[in-house]
C-alpha cells in the first residue's frame, strides 16, 4: 500500500489530502503538525478550518485511510511520497526583507525529512514557493541522503477558498513538474498515479520543475492584476458618473476577456495573492528585470489604494470625522463562505478608522473575536507564521467591539461598512437597521452587495464602490 504524508495541517494540506483518502482509498494518507492543538482540532468535530464539503469528507475518511498525527518523523519516515505544506511567510528583515519569501520552515522540513528517512522517497513541494525552491530543497537532501534516492517534485495548488472541495474534486487542471531525468520522470509518473484515480489524464499537465513553480505565482499575479484593474475603473467610474457594473459586464462579454475576476471591491485579499505578487517582484529584481519587477508592484498598489480610497470617502462623507462615532463593519474574511482572514481588506480599512478614533462594532458570520483583535494588533505579515510562533495574544485593541449578529453591530452606529460578500447581508431588514441607527444614516457598500435605491427609499445615503455618487457624496468629495 502506497503512503502518504503531509507536513503542514493547514487551509492547503488539511483540505487536499482529506480528498485524495476520499478517492483513493488503496492509499494510506497521514497529515503531520507539530502544533498540536491544531491536530487536536482536526480529529474533533470542530474542524480547525471552514470549507464548505470539507466536513463530510474528513468524517467520512478519518480513522480509514486518513489520519492526523504530532508524530512527523514517524509518519515521515514510514512513507513513500512527502508532501510539503509549511508556511512560507515574507521576510520582514534581512535580504528581501518586504518582498522576498522566508524559507526557513521549508528548510527545516527538508532536513527533517533527510534525517529520518529510511528508503527511497517523493518530496512534494506544496506550498506557494520563489522559483528555485526545488534545486535549493535538492541540495539539502542529496547533501545529507546517506544513499537514499530523493525526488522532488513541484505540485503547486490552485484552489480558491470557500470552493476548495469542490476545486479538489474537480480541478481545472493539476500541475507536476519535476525533473527531466528518468528517476525526475518515474517521480512524476507515481504522483500523476494518485491523482489519476479521480482527475481525467489530460488535465494533469507534467512540465519541468521551474515552469511548476512559476505558473502558480503567475495564476495568482494574473487573478491578482485583473482585480486592480477593474477597481482602478471603478475610481473613474465614480469620477465619470459611470456604473462600473455596467462597465464589467460589458468588458466581460468579449470572449477573449470572460467575466470572471471582474467584480469591483474594496481590495483583494488572502494569503497568496499579494504574497505571490511580491515573490514575483523579487525574483524580478534579482534576475536584472526592474520593469517588470515595476508592473507587478503596481498591481499591489492599486489594491493599497482602493483601500485607503474607501477610508477617505467615509471620514470625508461624515462630515470629515468619525472621531467618537460609532461605526459597524459587516464582514471581516477576505471573501464569503471563509473564515480566513489573511491578508483581508477590512484590516487596513479597520485600522484605517481607529487612526480617526471611530469607534468599530464588528460582526463576521465565520470569525471569532480573537481572531480580529489579533488581526488588528499584529504586524504585517506576523500572520504567515505558525501560531505558535506569532506574537502571544495582544492585548484587545480599545474601541473594537465583536458582536455575534449584525443587528447589534449596527444599533446606534453611525454608518454600516460592508466588507465581506457574505449572502446573508442582501438579506437583512434595512427599515429596522435605519430605524436604530443615528441619522443621517450611512452605508459604505465594499461589495457591491446590497441595493442601493431600495436603501435609499428607506433613508439611507449608499455609497457603492464604482457606481453614480449619491448627490451628498458629490458635495464632499473624498480627499486623495
Known sequence: MVKICCIGAGYVGGPTMAVISLKCPNIQVAVVDISTARINAWNSDTLPIYEPGLDEVVKKCRGKNL????????????????????????????????????LTYWESAARMIADVAKSNKIVVEKSTVPVKTAEAIEKILTHNSKGINFSILSNPEFLAEGTAISDLL???????????????????????????????????????????????????????????????????????GADVSQVAHAVGKDTRIGPKFLNASVGFGGSCFQK????????????GLPEVATYWKQVIKVNDYQKTRFVNRIVSSMFNT?????????????????????????????????????????????????????????????????????????????DVSVVWDAYTATKDAHGICILTEWDEFKNLDYQKIFNDMQKPAFVFDGRN??????????????YSIGKPLDDWLKDMPAVA
Open 67 to 102: 489520519s492526523f498525527s504530532t508524530d512527523v518523523e514517524k509518519h515521515v519516515a514510514e512513507s513513500d511520497i512527502v508532501f510539503v505544506s509549511v508556511n512560507t511567510p515574507t521576510k520582514t528583515q534581512g535580504l528581501g526583507a518586504g518582498k522576498a519569501a522566508d
Open 170 to 240: 474537480n480541478p481545472d487542471r493539476v500541475l507536476i513538474g519535476g525533473r527531466e531525468t528518468p528517476e525526475g520522470k518515474k517521480a512524476i509518473e507515481a504522483l500523476r498515479d494518485v491523482y489519476a484515480h479521480w482527475v481525467p489524464v489530460d488535465r494533469i499537465l507534467c512540465t519541468n520543475l521551474w515552469s511548476a513553480e512559476l505558473s502558480k505565482l503567475a495564476a495568482n499575479a494574473f487573478l491578482a492584476q485583473r482585480i486592480s484593474s477593474v477597481n482602478a475603473m471603478s475610481a473613474l467610474c465614480e469620477a465619470t
Open 276 to 287: 505571490d505578487i511580491l515573490n514575483l517582484v523579487y525574483i524580478c529584481e534579482c534576475n
Open 322 to 398: 468619525v472621531s467618537g462615532k460609532k461605526i459597524a463593519v459587516l464582514g471581516f474574511a477576505f471573501k464569503k463562505d471563509t473564515g480566513d482572514t489573511r491578508e483581508t481588506p477590512a484590516i487596513d480599512v479597520c485600522k484605517g478608522l481607529i487612526g480617526d478614533k471611530a469607534k468599530l462594532s464588528i460582526y463576521d458570520p465565520q470569525v471569532n473575536q480573537d481572531q480580529i483583535q489579533r488581526d488588528l494588533s499584529m504586524k504585517k505579515f506576523d500572520w504567515d507564521h505558525p501560531v505558535h510562533l506569532q506574537p502571544m495574544s495582544p492585548t484587545s485593541v480599545k
Open 449 to 462: 452587495v446590497v441595493d442601493a435605491e431600495k436603501l435609499r427609499k428607506i433613508g439611507f445615503i449608499v
